[in-house]
């Protein structure tokens, strides 16, 4: 591809593997935007939650999925995420959002209306982006420049997470990260995925460092047209 050409990269992968740092990092260092799609999925949940709606109803969440106005900021120096102008960055990281976003979003009338709005931001970003997820790769921009599949073993994803969460042991860290990653992965609509062309990396033995030099490489590489 010719450098002028706005790159578009995605990185999916399940919890805890690095993606949001990373993600952030690569965008930050090559001018490009960035897209916190676990962002947008938990603020309309953060949304059901606050109207009543039963997160274990999937018929009316369907019906409540086009109500909610989410828009996210893309510098990766400062990502923002509102619902009908309220800033939810802090309250769409509680653990309540955390256990229903999975549930949340296997709902097909969830995932179509939040997938477009990715399309739409990624269209628009005139120098390039970074969008990080579960399904980018595979189903919101599958004709993506670069394609990153991240993991890491377990142990390491629950000591990370459980390393930001104070007063939360890793044990239940570990549970909790597995059960998400099972319901992520088994559900019908784009689940987590790897995408046949896309690059894995595991950075169970790497620094984060490491995996953002690696992914900048990669990038260079592809505009370079290697
Ligand atoms: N390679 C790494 N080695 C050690 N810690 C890391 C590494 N990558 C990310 N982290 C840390 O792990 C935590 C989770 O990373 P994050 O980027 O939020 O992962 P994800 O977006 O995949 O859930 C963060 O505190 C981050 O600083
Ligand atoms: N592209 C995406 C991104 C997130 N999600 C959902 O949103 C949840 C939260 O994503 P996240 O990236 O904030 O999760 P963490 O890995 O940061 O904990 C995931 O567990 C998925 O259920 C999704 O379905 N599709």
């Known amino acids: 591809m010719e450098s002028a050409t706005p790159v578009i990269v995605a990185i999916d992968g399940p919890s805890g593997t690095g993606k949001s740092s990373t993600s952030k990092a690569v965008a930050a260092q090559l001018g490009l935007s960035y897209l916190d799609t676990g962002a947008q999925y938990r603020a309309i949940t953060w949304w059901m939650v606050n109207n009543g709606i039963d997160t274990d109803d999937p018929t009316a969440i369907a019906a409540a999925a086009g109500k909610p ?3 996210s900021g893309t510098d990766p120096q400062g990502p923002t995420i509102t619902v009908d102008g309220v800033d939810v ?4 990281r509680t653990q309540e959002v955390t256990s ?3 549930a949340v979003s ?7 209306r939040i997938t477009e709005l990715q399309r739409s931001i ?3 970003a005139a120098h390039g982006i970074v969008v990080e997820g579960r ?3 595979t189903t919101v921009l599958p004709d993506a420049h670069l394609k990153i599949f991240l993991t890491a073993s377990p142990e390491a994803r629950a000591a990370r997470r459980s390393g930001e969460l104070k007063g939360v042991d890793v044990h239940s860290t570990r549970e909790a990260l597995i059960k998400r990653d099972a319901a992520d992965s088994s559900r019908k609509t784009s689940p987590l995925a790897k995408a046949d062309d896309a690059v894995e990396v595991d950075t169970t033995e790497l620094t ?3 995996v953002i030099e690696c992914v900048v490489t990669l990038v260079e590489e592809k ?3 290697k």
């Open 100 to 102: 229903k976003v999975s």
């Open 135 to 137: 399904d980018i790769g």
């Open 89 to 92: 960055a802090g309250p769409i």
């Open 106 to 112: 296997a709902v097909p009338e969830v995932r179509a």
């Open 69 to 71: 106005e989410i828009v």
């Open 223 to 225: 505009r370079a047209g």
């Open 122 to 124: 990624a269209a628009s």
């Open 208 to 210: 984060l460092a490491q």
